[in-house]
């Protein structure tokens, strides 16, 4: 599975452009309605996804993720429904990789072999879970690693130079930068400070470094885009979701053109990101 993921940063890297990774929740605002966003969001201009497991404390998620999460468990999803709807994607996509982020506990619940013999056979390529230090890599990551799905680690500004190989030990797929100290969509990331630190992981892996949290428009795509591998935009997605939800929080005949919509205007913005210098 982590074949998809190489083959398109690989690709990417000929194109000499960054990523643009999307984060959308499983479930939100109901399961078929995400699936259908899923399945729009690489014809708009997503290059990976990113698809939440929501789950009732997620400790470091801002407002609006949250209250996706919620929206999404209040309408009955579960993880074993995430599954099925990965499974319904890749019946018409085998190319777009996909990862799994959200929290341990509803995967420890499953079951660890359970779960990652049952994500592997729906066509998950990657797991972002972000309450496991590298100290717990037995429970999941290594398992994972044998089960060829990649185990994406995140890096942020207070992972020191003396930390950071712990945290790229067992880290595969990807490195995801964390470009704000604080829960997601909380601030706007800087673009020199987020540069200068891709650079710094980028001499202790060669894995590509995509940086999130934070970034909500085309113009701080493109900003990011210029220094890193990949930009991922999360709370700007679901925020658009949730805007066109009506009071009941159902779908409306705008929900997915609006999430489309912002994602073709990300897409821009990220593949203007390098035009400098061409």
Known sequence: MTARIDARFAALKAENRPALVTFVMAGDPDMETALEI???????????????????????????IQK????ALHAGQTLAKTLETVRRFREGDQATPVILMGYFNPIYVYGVDVFLQAAKAAGVDGLIVVDLP??????????????????VRLATPTTDDRRLPAVLKNTSGFVYYVSITGITG????????????????????????????????PEQARAIGSGADGVVVGSALVN???????????????????????????????????????
């Open 38 to 64: 899923m399945t729009a969001l690489p014809a708009a201009g997503a290059d990976l996804i990113e698809l939440g497991m929501p789950f009732s404390d997620p400790m470091a998620d801002g407002p609006a």
């Open 68 to 71: 996706a999460g919620l929206r």
């Open 134 to 151: 590298p100290e717990m890599d037995d429970e999941l990551c290594l398992p994972a690693l044998a089960s060829d799905i990649a185990f």
């Open 186 to 217: 909380s601030a706007a990331p800087d673009a020199g400070k987020v540069e200068a630190a891709v650079g710094r992981i980028k001499r202790h892996t060669d894995l590509p470094v995509c940086v999130g949290f934070g970034v909500r428009s």
């Open 240 to 278: 658009a979701i949730a805007e066109t939800l009506d009071a009941e929080g159902r779908a409306g005949p705008a929900t997915v053109g609006a999430v489309t919509g912002l994602v073709e205007a990300l897409a821009a913005g990220v593949r203007a990101a390098r035009l400098a210098e061409a």
